[in-house]
């Protein structure tokens, strides 16, 4: 299907700049002698994850069950679902090592940890559990130098649970901007997550993996001496976070949403889209970084970004597109420049949360035609 | 299903809750004198939809054609799409009303009415047509004095097309909080419709729809002479948006994201809940209101709100729950306040947004059953 075929509104994956980002992600890994994992909550879509593990991927990274279930039922066998476990998920758990997944699960706690031991004794299996540390403060996990990392280390290796390895996130690089600030943050990640490692191993329990990550770190590392594999989510894709972050272009942003012009407030400058926050989603992530998209930068369908322009506003369905300078001149400009009927690729300012609006992704070839790339929704 | 079996995250409705909204709604318009017809968009659910229905609702409003011929396939035939027509999805509206459902659409401008009026032409088809009235000024429509609103009725009643009525959304009803400007507003929003549609008949084309409505507008108006039919969407579940605009009590609230605590950050006072944005949604619609309730407002399993308490963060499957006011219990607090397992029912901030990220809903009885009600995705 050519691009003006495709109703509105509609996710678009531009497969070249997919194939871009993925291979300059698995280069950089390459380089740096880690393995990568890659975080396939951005997509939910077993067609991007082909590609990612064509290019190198071993394994994948999930945070839902339910991408577990789905990723191993399309072949895909060596999972980290890189969410605490609640003890209430762990016959979803029980299921998918039965049918021969290598799940990885992961705690941060001492309740967590006991739970799963006393699952995996009372069914005779053997989980494989990662430990959380946290090297930023910004959400979970155990910091490198508490005791409670060699609590829940004790717990699980005492009680016949694989202890497979420790398992980080900087997601605090999300509110960097710089590159110095962005090696620090990574090397930050890496040591506490190291050192937690040498912390569990020096008490006497084997720790082989060590796991960091988050695409702005990823990317800004420099050396990653004692880890084994990097994760990485957004990368794939990239959005317009990304880009005020500094870790890519806006030509290398992949997914977009089509949309229509369907109608306008002349006096006031705007277009009226058929994509509102429904398309969009509601994440307004560069609200607060050096240049706010509002609810994402309007392209003419060839690609090219129109920067006097951003989508200003959302309803359900209907976004408002206005230039961000009022001038006098765009009351008359806007029914001509943006006629009713006009089809317009708006970037979004975060590629997990627009791709999540929709069932199915349509990935477009060099060539201008598409295919439907299925993803899905829930947990 | 009991509460405690539903894996979480989960979007759950009380059904109780739910039906005296649709009571209360229904009754006023009943007092009014005018038709109900409600908008279908907030929960995308049949189920929910055949009560409104057994109501007293006469049809429904859609934000999406695949709304349209989700609800025609289950039997519901009076069908306004409310958003202006692209040119474009006409196809999908010429089969819908040659299935013989009762499709009405929407116009704002020339171009869309002209497009549509060849398009009946070419295929033998009378289109009926409802014309978009600005009342408030926040998004799209003619202003009821301008000339565009003549020509566009003349050019829909000069080429074929039924011009079935006027329609207006005074959707800036959601950034007051006064009974006093609620009603200023019904009145501002009736007045202009019905001053639209007389600007019509004094033109010879018949205009027998006048239809108005939000949910604050809906619930604050006193008296709409000249008013056919009101829409609303929203109140059916109602949030804490309308919350605190001030047209429901947390009470009244129907829907709730059901969440598990699978972690903690005691120095923090943080318990880390399985709902983040991908359950909450990123709607921050609270954040410019009288209350911000971060991602949510927290309550007991059995409905009971906990004050002090609010999901302050949240990532793509993590919800940070944490003290309103930071004390010094707080961290000795919440580990054993909310233990690793509980769960607990978060209050959204827009049930619209909320629920589009869940394939169903729990529907829950009284007695604490629950029952599963699909809603759909996309467009």
């Not at 699952?119 to 930023?136: A, K, N, S």
């Not at 004790?154 to 110095?180: C, F, Q």
Request: proline share 4%; hydrophobic share 40%; net charge negative.
């Amino acid at each position: 299907m050519k691009l003006d075929q495709i109703e509105t509104p509609a996710a678009l994956i531009d497969i070249a700049r997919m194939q871009r980002n993925i291979a300059r992600m698995q280069g950089h890994m390459n380089t740096l002698g880690v393995a990568f994992r890659p975080h396939v909550k951005t997509t939910k879509c077993i067609d991007v994850v082909r590609a990612q593990i064509a290019a190198g991927a071993r394994g994948v990274t999930v945070s839902t069950l339910k991408e577990a279930e789905a990723f191993f039922a399309s072949g895909v066998d060596d999972i980290l679902y890189a969410v605490s476990m609640a003890p209430s998920k762990l016959p979803r758990a029980l299921a998918l090592r039965r049918q021969g997944c290598n799940l990885k699960l992961v705690v941060d706690n001492p309740t967590a940890a006991s739970a799963i031991a006393a699952y995996g004794d009372q069914h005779g299996e053997t989980f494989e559990v990662w430990i959380e540390v946290d090297t930023d403060g910004h959400r979970s996990g155990i910091t490198p130098e508490q005791d409670t990392l060699l609590e829940v280390g004790r717990i699980l290796h005492e009680n016949g649970v694989k202890v497979g390895g420790v398992m980080t996130h900087a997601g605090s690089s999300y509110e960097l901007d710089t590159p110095e600030a962005l090696a620090a943050l990574a090397e930050q990640e890496r040591a506490g997550c190291v050192r937690a490692a040498q912390r569990l191993r020096e008490a006497g329990i084997a720790c082989p993996a060590v796991s960091v990550g988050s695409t702005p770190t990823a990317l800004a590392a420099t050396q990653l001496e004692g880890v084994t594999e990097v994760r990485a989510g957004v990368y794939v894709l990239f959005d317009l976070v990304m880009h005020n972050i500094g870790v890519c272009a806006l030509d290398d942003i992949a997914l977009s949403v089509l949309a229509t012009v369907i109608g306008h407030q002349a006096d006031k400058g705007w277009a009226i889209l058929d994509a509102g926050w429904m398309a969009m989603s509601r994440d307004r992530g560069t609200s607060k970084q050096s240049h706010d998209f509002g609810y994402g930068q309007p392209c003419l369908l060839n690609g090219t970004p129109l920067p006097g322009y951003v989508v200003s506003g959302a309803n359900q369905e209907h976004g408002i597109l206005s230039p961000i300078v009022e001038n006098a001149d765009a009351a008359d400009d806007v029914t001509q420049r943006f006629p009713i009927g006009m089809k317009l690729r708006i970037l979004p300012n975060h590629a997990c949360a627009t791709g999540a609006q929709f069932p199915e992704y349509h990935a477009v070839a060099p060539d201008g035609n598409s295919v439907e790339w299925r993803r899905f929704q829930g947990w």
